[in-house]
């Protein structure tokens, strides 16, 4: 089961912001009691068994906005049960707080279920959440953090000096089981393995079914364009032809030059010369193609100089490339065929006897082993000693080198079979295959011009959003000025790191949405894109590789014009934003935030430059975290269920507690202990 949610926002009376402010900060605020957090007596958020977080946010008047009052909650199971369950628990401190609203029932807590209709209609849900800990409840992550805390106990008593302790790390996890867990009936529980949500257990088959359906819109899109030309699948397998016959010319001239200085090589050669050409050629196009790559790929590991202008023909060239490796496998099958009919005809002999066949398959083993080591040592260099980025590249050229000659190789092992085939059956056989060669070239070059379609259309696309950070320098001013204001924007951030919030915090934002149709739709679009991949692809702790969300979400609010932003994590404020910058997570902070802007002093700031949406932006740090700041609003009440606990903790208590009744290895079981 996933965390649910709740979002809702009310209107504020105008003149009574001050003083619901100040009911908040005496009355629903917790307070610390050692690592716990000692709740209010109006506000018993504790006593709610399935709640994660809440907290407490007042959004000022800003112009066209009245003031508003935001309560947000992660809880286990429906939202029904858990309103039901917080108007039980704090049914007079959710009145006194709603009196402070415009549209709040007059009946109050006389009618109960007025109120919490009341509440569920002005929930306005969430575009985006992520959950750090997805399918674990509040009792289970405080249970197997009890848990832990006893396996450690366990273990620190009985490795003192003195104790005879098992030889191998299985009989301390046979004790752990005994003692720990079967000996205690509160621990009795962890002997079943914990639920896990259907989306992290089929995690690679929604990738695949992606990939899939990825695949199928490329070559829709491919045979519309293609149909647009007339190209027919036979018409453009044509056209693929006529471009092997194309490029076979260039394999003629390097296959002439290669037999002038070998002529030995003529003598072993069964293939038809029109495909060894096409062969050779597409060889050469494609090592052309990954030096290229490897050359862009090379230019920085520098993430702050990642453009797109470098990006974007790396990822046409890498595109290219895996074209051409299944062009040069359906050449390499068309050679196979080729040679199983070349230099046989009916009722003509086997060329070679049945020993010869057998020693040189001895032979073509023996090349397979020796390109196969030497493939492997190439993988196991870099491990052994990171490589500078020339001879990187040089490693990963030679490893695709090495890949292809085995296939090569094995192609040539399997034509030394297919000779002693019949010919009746080879003929057979060669007629599937071509079948096949046939559709996979076609379907892949319908693939290959979906995809060149989509980047054309890309293109454009990111040429038109250039054009509106341009225009934006313009329109807004830079958000450096606004390192300036930190002193004025302490009040929003007094509670970081300090009382209840010393293990965790919590960061409520605010930010209007730039005008135009096109800002809004980006906005939305990539909303919509985090939240599919927070679901199905960053459900194992970490989003875009921050391991410190605990719980997050973005609503668009006022009709779609302005961003709220709530957000519950662990560590402090600076290191948080850090892993913004450094990390992958910076393209989609950029793709949400550069398209926001913030006010002050009746001035407008726009978020860090970014370009073509995706780079730059956030990673010039002191403005982005100026803006940050001042898109920040004060938290005025907030609540964990486990303050101490990072992400890292919780999802390594839930492996601890899944693990202890696997089969494990020694080293497996090692594993465990070192990383208590």
Known sequence: MNPNYTTIITPLDPGRVDACRKYLRDNAEPRLAGDLIECRPLFRFDKIAGLHFCSFVILDEDGEFAPSLVFEATFDGSREDFLDELLEVASEGMHEVYRHCTDYPFSGPAAPRLIEEYLANHDVGANTFFSGSPGRTVGQILGENLLRRDILTFLS???????????RPAGFLDEVRRHVIRGRDDNRWAEQAAPVPWEIRQRSGIVAAAIIAAFVAVCATGIAVGALFGWGPFVLYGHIVRAFEQ????????????????????????IEPAILHILIALTGVWLIVRVFELFLTSWTKNPHDQLFINRFPLQIAVIVRYALIV???????????????AARS??????YGFWSIVWRLIV????????????TSLKLAVQIRPYSAVRENVRRLLLDLLTFAMVVVTAVGVLLVARHIPFAVSEQIATIARSIVFAILVTVAYGLIGILAFYAIGLLIFGLIRALEVSDKRNFSEPAELIARARENARKYAREEGGINRYQNHLASITTVKPGFIRCWLLRLALFVINLLSRFWFNRGELGGIPTILSARWVMIDGGKRLLFLDNYGGAWESYLNEFIDLAAVKGLNAIWSNTFV???????????SKFLFWKGAQAEQPFKAYVRQSQVETIAWYSAYPTLSVININASTELRQSLFEPLSDGDIDAIFRSL
């Open 157 to 167: 008593k009985r490795c003192q000096p003195g104790n005879a302790i098992p030889a």
């Open 327 to 341: 062009f040069l496998v359906g050449s390499v099958v068309l050679a196979i065929i080729s040679g199983m009919t």
């Open 599 to 609: 006010s002050a002093d009746g001035k407008s700031y726009g978020f860090p430059a």
């Open 364 to 375: 073509v083993g023996l090349i397979l082993a020796v390109l196969n080591y030497s493939a």
């Open 247 to 270: 490029v076979s010319h260039i394999g003629a001239s390097i296959s002439n030059f290669m037999v002038s200085r070998f002529p030995w090589i003529a003598s072993h050669i069964t």
């Open 346 to 351: 009916a009722g003509n002999a086997v060329q």
